[in-house]
C-alpha cells in the first residue's frame, strides 16, 4: 500500500524523507512510499557528530518534532547512547519567540491589556521550551507570579504535523518489522493524546491542582498553585517559587542537602501517582525539578501527564514487586497481561531475556542501575520475543529513566530496587484501594452469594446421591466443525445441481406440435432420475437429523 500524499503536506512529506535518508532509515522510506517526494542526492550522515545532526534536523522542523525528539530522548531501548544524549538537549535550548507575540497572546485571552492585570512583567522569559516560554511577573495585589504563554500559530502547526506523522506510522506498522514488532502508531497515539494535554493550558494548571492534593501530606515535594482567574488555554499563571535547577547545583551546595531524604520522598511521590490516582507527571527531568531555597523539590511543569487504568495499575504493582524481589518468571507472567501478543510469541524468550536484564542489573553497582532503563530494555526485548507491551508502558520507563536521573542527581548512592522494597506497604495499599461505591458492590454480591449457597450445596448433593449430577463443558471442536461445514456444502451443492438438472429436464422435455420426440423422451428420464435422486436427498436429511439428535443428547 502506498501512501497517499497529501499536497499540502508535501513539503513535510519531503523533510521526513530527507531526514530517514541522512540518517540511514532508506528503508523506511521505500516502505513508506515516500521515494518520488525526495529530489535531491541525500546521503546517509556516517560521521561522529550525526547525533547532534539529528538533534539540529529536529529542531529545524519545529515544535512537534522537538517534542518527539524530547520523547525519543529516553528510549535507550531504540537508540544508541551518542543519540540519546544529543536528543536530550532538546529539553531546555529552544530559542524564544518576541515580547510583542507574548504581550499581543496575554491581552487576548485574558482580555484586557497586560499592564492592567501584571504591573510588572519582565520581557526576558525564565525559560523558553518547544510549546511556549515562561515569564516572571506580578499581579496587581502584588503576588509573584509566573505567566506561561504558548507559542503562536502551534496548535494549527502540531494539528498539521500529527496527521503526517499518523499516515506515515499507518504504513509502517503495516509494512515494516518494526512497526509490527513495536506499534509505532500505538506509541504515535500515546505521543498524540499527551501533546494534545500539554497544548490545552487549562488541563495543565487542573494537573497541578490534582498533584497538589495528592502531595498534600510530603514535607519535601511542592508544586505550585495555578490562579485560575489569569489562566485560559494559552496562558497559565501560577505562583512562582524561588528555585534553581538541581543540576546547577554545586559540589558545596549538595554538601548542606539531604540528598537521601529528598530521593527517597521523590520516588515514593511517583509510586502514589502512578499506583494510587493513575494520573502521574510524565516528564521530570531535571529541568522541571527545581530545589528550593529552603531546601524542598518543586515540580514545575505538569503539561505532559499520563493516565493508568486501574487494572493496569494492578498489575504494574506486582511488576514492580516482581521486579524489585528479581523473580524473572513473575515479571513475564504479568508482562504478558500488560501487552498483546504478536503470532510469533515465545514465551521462553521472553523468561530468558527478563532473566539477563535482572542478572544484569543485580551485576552492576547502584550507582549504574537504571529502574527506567530495565522497563525500556523490557519492551525491547518483549518486542523481540513476540509481545507488544502497552504503549502507556513506554511512557512510564521514560518516567522512571528520567527520574532515576534526578534521585541520582541529589543521592549518587539511590537504589531504586531497595526503594521500591520500602515503599512495598504503600504500592500494596494503593494496589487493593477501592471505592466506597466499589466496596458498596462488593458486599452486595457477597451478600447474595452467601444466601444462595446452602441452597445452591443441598441441590448438589442431593443430585449425586441421586445419581444425576452432571458436569457440562462447553469446548468448540474446530475439527468437528470444519468437517460440518463441508458437509453442509456439499449438501448444499448437491442440492443446487439436482434443481438445476430438474429444471432443464423439464424445459426440454415439453412437447412441440403435439407429437413427442426422441429429446424430449430423454429429458423426461434425466428429469425422473433428478427428481428420484433429490427425494433420496431429502430423505438422508430427515434421516441423519434423526440421528444427530439422541447422540447430542448423550453428549
Do not use: W
Not at 515544535?63 to 524530547?70: A, H, R, S, V
Not at 493496569?312 to 504479568?334: N, W
Amino acid at each position: 500500500m502506498a501512501l497517499s500524499l497529501s499536497p499540502r503536506n508535501l513539503n513535510r512529506y519531503r523533510q521526513i524523507a530527507m531526514l530517514l535518508l541522512k540518517h540511514g532509515r532508506s528503508d523506511l522510506v521505500r516502505s513508506a512510499g515516500l521515494s518520488d517526494v525526495v529530489t535531491d542526492d541525500v546521503r546517509a550522515d556516517d560521521d561522529h557528530d550525526a547525533a547532534q545532526s539529528l538533534a539540529a534536523d529536529l529542531e529545524a522542523m519545529g515544535p512537534t518534532f522537538i517534542k518527539l525528539g524530547q520523547l525519543v530522548s529516553s528510549r535507550v531501548d531504540l537508540l544508541p547512547p551518542a543519540y540519546t544524549d544529543a536528543l536530550a538537549r532538546l529539553q531546555d535550548d529552544v530559542e524564544p519567540f518576541d515580547f510583542a507575540e507574548v504581550e499581543r497572546t496575554v491581552s487576548t485571552e485574558l482580555g484586557v491589556r497586560l499592564s492592567r492585570v501584571f504591573p510588572r512583567f519582565d520581557e526576558k522569559p525564565l525559560a523558553a521550551a518547544s510549546l511556549g516560554q515562561v515569564h516572571r511577573a506580578t499581579t496587581r495585589d502584588g503576588r509573584e507570579v509566573v505567566v506561561k504563554v504558548q507559542r503562536p500559530g502551534i496548535r494549527t502547526q502540531i494539528a498539521e504535523d500529527m496527521e503526517v506523522l499518523a499516515q506515515l506510522a499507518e504504513v509502517v506498522d503495516a509494512h515494516t518489522e518494526l512497526g509490527q514488532r513495536y506499534g509505532v502508531g500505538d506509541m504515535l497515539e500515546q505521543f498524540r493524546t499527551s501533546l494534545i494535554d500539554e497544548l490545552d493550558y487549562r488541563q495543565e494548571a487542573r494537573n497541578l491542582v490534582a498533584h497538589r492534593d495528592l502531595l498534600a501530606g510530603g514535607r519535601h515535594i511542592v508544586v505550585p498553585e495555578p490562579i485560575e482567574d489569569f489562566t485560559t488555554s494559552r496562558v497559565l499563571t501560577m505562583e512562582y517559587v524561588r528555585g534553581r535547577k538541581i543540576t546547577d547545583v554545586g559540589p558545596l551546595g549538595h554538601l548542606e542537602l539531604d540528598g537521601a531524604t529528598l530521593a527517597d520522598e521523590l520516588f515514593g511521590c511517583y509510586l502514589q501517582q502512578v499506583l494510587r490516582s493513575g494520573v502521574f507527571h510524565a516528564d521530570p527531568h531535571p529541568g522541571n525539578v527545581l530545589l528550593t531555597d529552603d531546601g524542598r523539590l518543586a515540580l514545575v511543569d505538569g503539561g505532559m501527564v499520563a493516565r493508568l487504568m486501574p487494572t493496569t495499575r494492578e498489575r504494574l504493582v506486582k511488576l514492580f514487586i516482581a521486579l524489585s524481589d528479581g523473580r524473572p518468571e513473575d515479571v513475564a507472567r504479568v508482562a504478558r497481561t500488560l501487552g498483546r501478543e504478536l503470532p510469533d510469541f515465545d514465551q521462553l524468550a521472553l523468561e530468558r531475556a527478563i532473566a539477563a536484564i535482572i542478572a544484569r542489573s543485580t551485576d552492576t553497582t547502584i550507582a549504574e542501575m537504571d529502574a527506567g532503563a530495565m522497563v525500556l530494555e523490557m519492551t525491547r526485548r518483549a518486542a523481540d520475543a513476540g509481545l507488544r507491551l502497552d504503549p502507556e508502558l513506554s511512557m512510564l520507563g521514560k518516567t522512571l529513566l528520567n527520574l532515576d536521573h534526578v534521585a541520582t542527581t541529589l543521592d549518587p548512592g539511590f537504589d531504586p530496587q531497595e526503594a521500591l522494597r520500602r515503599h512495598t506497604t504503600a504500592i500494596m495499599r494503593s494496589g487493593v484501594q477501592t471505592s466506597q461505591a466499589g466496596m458498596m458492590s462488593a458486599l452486595l454480591e457477597t451478600k447474595e452469594f452467601v444466601e444462595a449457597l446452602p441452597g445452591r450445596a443441598n441441590r448438589m448433593m442431593d443430585a449425586v446421591a441421586e445419581g444425576r449430577f452432571e458436569l457440562q463443558v462447553k469446548a468448540f471442536d474446530e475439527r468437528e466443525f470444519l468437517r460440518g461445514l463441508h458437509k453442509l456444502a456439499n449438501v448444499i451443492a448437491a442440492g443446487l445441481i439436482l434443481a438445476a438438472l430438474i429444471l432443464g429436464a423439464a424445459l426440454l422435455a415439453r412437447p412441440t406440435g403435439g407429437e413427442a420426440t426422441t429429446e424430449s423422451r430423454i429429458a423426461l428420464g434425466v428429469f425422473l432420475v433428478a427428481a428420484l435422486a433429490a427425494v433420496g436427498l431429502l430423505v438422508r436429511l430427515v434421516v441423519q437429523t434423526r440421528r444427530v439428535e439422541p447422540r447430542r443428547r448423550r453428549d
